[in-house]
């Protein structure tokens, strides 16, 4: 089943391969593209045509055995296929991404945007793929670390939150008063399961609520049992379909996929990890009235005393949120879901930022913007936080060696902390951390850093204040490339003013129609002038704009991206006359 | 016309093309802007410019297909800078093979560009 799945969208792909013109693009790209696809597809086959090691005994008494090791080996081997077919599939994906930057006819790029939206979904497939067969196999690590579960439950709500688009939907949760505040357990397999559960619950719901209740089951020294209950009044599900839904691939209804997205996965991952974590779980539910999830899970009751808790600046909140605007954030992550939290609450703070886990890209975004603040996951697959950090504060320029660094990290020792000072981190916040916390942590290291910066330049401090008046754009560097030259300057301000407002314009409609295609292109062809006026907030959003149409778009977000993005150029536009008329007096 | 040194100027986005023009022009050059490779091949069939600049990545006619009508239907020696996105080496070599002579990769620094214009005009002077 399994397999074939990822046969007929491997076929999918072949055949749109096929009809692919290369001819016009007579470049590497195209040779790349297919020879990854060979070994792609090679790769799969040799996995699949192997021949079954396992020998058949016909005793009886080996039956039951017999099943349980071909689970194992079915497993095993979707586990190695997965692995293997993801390094071609980024090839794919990337040389896909190379090509479409190359100026294609319109045909060509309908092919290539079929190509790409197949190996994404590819990709998804083989992810979840992995992931379940990691819990089959019972290879899947579980950490026992002491988290805050008021904290997380926060959290999760938060995401769920921005989940929320265009509908009434709302979301309450309750935490009983008897329920502990700290636990010991698996707090990001928690936060996946609830994650996975209420996002669910906010896709089938159009208009209500989704409630969260967690109630304290059992309690001893050693175990404190809590029940976790998700309702929603959502379209329900009947009862014949009811026992299957956590069997893979066995979406309530064939429509109900096409209709909500989603590989299928979704809640057989969930149940294997409420397994695993010695729980289980439930649902009960009526077609038309709604739906609960109870699960039940065992935890280590944690000792509050351990941790180390930091001030919270609660009341000072909203005068520290006002310094933070406009601030640019560096923030090296690789957990999706805190990179979603953090992204979301930057968000929230108008803060503008850049997200990643790569070294490379990172210095890349230090060395052509001015950050203020660097937010750093300390363990991070291929390079870690620390390693990161050694190469920021060996860079040649001073600007950046001297940027603040805070660190990010689920579990603080006594050798971390020895380690950070070693480095060169500045400070550190304990996962999960409140968003008071973040703010704080963000507004003493900014006015720490401006203050050393102002004392040390006021000079070219005084300079660039006249272009930089707000955050919002920047002309210093247009300025110097038009040889200072105002007259050209503001013939380039006007062409950009122009420019934005056939985008917003454009986009509108292409929006309306659907037309991705049109989107994309409208959204390349403005992506220039942002970045030359280094207007970082929009061209944030016009970035975010590019990727969401490289997959299957959701047009509701780009209508929220779009009016983000004229609501962000008002200011924009108000920034650069202000800059402009600024320079004309000066 | 004037004995004014022509430049054509192929770029798609049209505030790099406007400030690169106004930089080029400034610098004592006659540049001739276009973004669509249908009318860089119509100009080209009637006049022969003693530059040509382009960027690599345009619609309909790239870079690419340009430097090649230029130098093997053309057949002219005419120099050509070839403006290429950064991580874009593949290209840029691809585009040398072609027969271009130099090139620049974005964010374009417009004085680095006009030092390499004239580079290149200086050196073709020589050769001719």
């Not at chain 1, 709604?290 to 935890?299: H, L, Y």
């Not at chain 1, 979603?340 to 490379?360: D, F, G, P, S, V």
């Not at chain 1, 490289?550 to 202000?578: C, G, T």
């Not at chain 2, 093309?17 to 669509?36: N, P, T």
Request: glycine share 4%.
């Amino acid at each position: 089943m399994k397999i074939n799945n990822l046969l007929s969208l491997l076929e999918q792909m072949e055949s749109l391969l096929s009809e692919f013109s290369f001819e016009e693009l007579s470049s590497a790209e195209a040779t790349h593209l297919k020879k990854s696809f060979q070994t792609f597809k090679s790769d799969l086959q040799i996995k699949i045509d192997a021949p079954n090691p396992i020998p058949e005994p016909s005793k009886e008494e080996h039956l039951i055995k017999k099943n349980t090791k071909k689970q194992s080996d079915e497993s095993n081997i979707i586990a190695n296929v997965s692995h293997e077919i993801r390094t071609p599939l980024n090839g794919i994906i990337g040389f896909t991404d190379l090509l479409k930057e190359s100026k294609l006819n319109s045909n060509q790029l309908i092919n290539v945007n079929a190509i790409q939206t197949a190996s994404n979904s590819l990709l998804e497939l083989v992810n979840e793929l992995l992931e379940y067969s990691k819990l089959a196999s019972g290879k899947e690590v579980f950490q026992k670390i002491e988290f805050n579960l008021f904290g997380l439950v926060r959290d999760v709500m938060f995401l769920c939150n921005t989940l929320v688009v265009n509908k009434k939907v709302e979301l309450i949760s309750h935490i009983s008063d008897n329920v502990p505040e700290f636990l010991i357990g698996d707090p990001s397999k928690l936060t996946q399961v609830l994650l996975n559960i209420m996002g669910n619950a906010i896709k089938f719901v159009e208009k209500g609520e989704v409630s969260l209740n967690i109630t304290l089951s059992d309690s001893k020294k050693e175990a404190v049992q809590l029940i976790f209950e998700i309702t929603d009044n959502g379209i329900g599900i009947s009862k014949a379909k009811l026992n299957q839904i956590f069997k893979p691939y066995t979406q309530a209804d064939s429509d109900t996929s096409s209709e909500y997205g989603g590989t299928g996965l979704g809640l057989s991952i969930v149940k294997q990890i409420v397994e695993n974590l010695n729980g289980s779980i439930h649902v009960d539910s009526n077609l038309g009235e709604g739906t609960t999830f109870k699960f039940i899970i065992p935890f280590t009751p944690g000792n509050d005393k351990l941790i180390p808790i930091q001030p919270i600046a609660t009341k000072k909140s909203t005068k520290n949120l006002k310094s933070i605007v406009g601030l640019n954030i560096l923030v090296f992550e690789d957990n999706d879901l805190n990179k979603r939290l953090i992204e979301q609450r930057l968000k929230l703070w108008k803060c503008n930022m850049h997200i990643t886990e790569n070294a490379q890209e990172g210095i890349h975004v230090l060395e052509n913007q001015t950050i203020d603040v660097i937010l750093m996951d300390l363990r991070m697959p291929i390079m870690n936080g620390f390693e990161i950090t050694k190469l920021i504060r060996n860079n040649n320029s001073q600007r950046i060696r001297q940027i603040p660094i805070i660190a990010l990290t689920a579990d603080y020792t006594v050798r971390d902390q020895e380690k950070c000072t070693a480095y060169g981190i500045n400070d550190y916040l304990l996962k999960p951390f409140s968003p008071e916390e973040l703010l704080s942590k963000i507004v003493l290291h900014k006015n720490q850093f401006i203050d050393i910066e102002m004392v040390k330049k006021p000079l070219k401090k005084q300079k660039q204040e006249k272009f930089n008046s707000t955050k919002l754009v920047d002309l210093t560097k247009l300025y110097e490339d038009s040889d200072e030259d105002m007259v050209v300057l503001i013939d380039l301000v006007g062409l950009f003013k122009k420019n934005a407002s056939e985008f917003i314009l454009n986009a509108e409609q292409q929006i309306t129609d659907k037309d991705k295609e049109g989107l994309s292109f409208s959204a390349h062809k403005i992506k220039a002038g942002v970045l030359m006026v280094k207007a970082n907030s929009l061209a944030n959003i016009v970035l975010r704009i590019q990727n969401e149409c490289k997959n299957s778009p959701d047009f509701k977000h780009l209508e929220y991206l779009h009016s983000r993005f004229v609501s962000d150029y008002k200011e924009v536009n108000k920034a650069l006359d202000e800059v402009i008329s600024n320079l004309k007096n000066s | 016309m004037t004995n004014q040194t022509s430049i054509l100027l192929a770029e798609d986005d049209e505030l790099l093309a406007a400030l690169l023009r106004h930089r080029l022009e400034k610098g004592g050059y006659q540049v001739l802007v276009s973004r669509d490779g249908k009318e860089v091949k119509e100009y080209l069939s009637q006049t022969i410019p003693d530059m040509i600049i382009c960027d690599i990545m345009m619609p309909y006619f790239s870079g690419m297909e340009l430097i090649d009508f230029v130098r093997n239907e053309l057949k002219l020696n005419v120099p050509i800078i070839i403006i290429s996105s950064a991580g874009n080496e593949e290209n840029v070599l691809n585009a040398f093979e072609l027969g271009a002579n130099d090139f620049l990769s974005k964010p374009i620094s417009p004085s680095e560009l006009l030092v390499r214009v004239a580079k290149e005009l200086k050196k073709n002077k020589f050769e001719a």
